[in-house]
């Protein structure tokens, strides 16, 4: 149950012209700001506005008014309704669309169809609102207005919310089956990352750690012959 009583400014009206509350535990028990409720007493606000009786209703009883009326720092609690409303049945069956979208319908399954070919007929249908017929001959362009229909978002047109297209396309991906074809990229295994190649030498040569060698060519290249430094 909300914590606030039903119609909040008519009961403040009724409390603030039939009791000696304050505007502060006026504006407690009906969840409004003092100054609102100043306001109405005033006349300046809620003028057109007829009280109601929140005893009669049945959601304060008039010990609870005299105990505030008595102690300016008391709180007045709002009575549990009697009343219990049955749960709001599920509705069920074809979404309602208003006379003037339904010229609209067409536009917005074939921009279902070209952008989310992963939803079926039965989703399209609850987002819409429109019969398997008309998908099929949007789908199939056998449609009597297929020639001029241009593809149009049901969240822009009003046919359905954001929220409702999210939870239908998550449904359809989850309820898509993966291709059997295709496993993603992969990590290559440690053997293949790890592997020498095969025109990789497994060692130098003798030649390139000698160093007697190394001073030889050194040698060469400075234009002298080993032979000659010798003599």
């Known amino acids: 149950m909300s914590n606030a009583p039903l119609m ?9 012209d039939n009791t000696a509350l304050t505007f502060d535990q006026v504006a407690d028990f009906t969840k409004m700001h003092p100054l609102e409720v100043r306001a109405i007493a005033d006349g300046d606000a809620a003028q057109g506005i007829k009280g109601m009786d929140p ?9 609870e008014i005299e105990k505030g009326e008595r102690d300016p ?3 007045l609690r709002l009575q549990e309704s009697k009343v219990v409303l049955p749960p709001q049945p599920k509705r069920k069956g074809p979404r309602y669309t208003p006379v003037s979208r339904r010229h609209e319908r067409p536009s917005a399954i074939l921009w279902l169809v070209r952008n989310h070919p992963e939803l079926k007929d039965a989703q399209i249908m609850r987002l819409v609102g429109t019969t398997k017929t008309t998908i099929a001959s949007v789908r199939d362009r056998t449609h009597w207005n297929a020639q001029t229909l241009t593809p149009m978002d049901p969240v822009t047109l009003g046919l359905c919310s954001q929220i409702e297209l999210d939870f239908e396309v998550q ?11 295709y496993s993603g990229a992969t990590l290559l295994p440690a ?12 060692g130098r040569d003798q030649d390139d750690l000698n160093v007697d060698a190394v001073f030889a060519k050194l040698k060469t290249i400075g234009g002298k012959k080993p032979d000659e430094d010798e003599e």
Do not use: C, F
């Not at 909040?8 to 603030?16: F, I, R, S």
């Not at 449904?171 to 074809?181: G, Q, S, Y």
């Open 171 to 181: 449904r359809a991906a989850k309820e898509r089956p993966l291709d059997a074809n």
């Open 191 to 202: 053997s293949e990352t790890t592997r020498k190649d095969e025109y990789e030498p497994e």
């Open 55 to 63: 005893i009669s209703t049945g959601q304060l009883t008039r010990e």
């Open 8 to 16: 909040p400014k008519a009961t403040a009206v009724w409390l603030v």
């Open 73 to 75: 720092n008391y709180r």
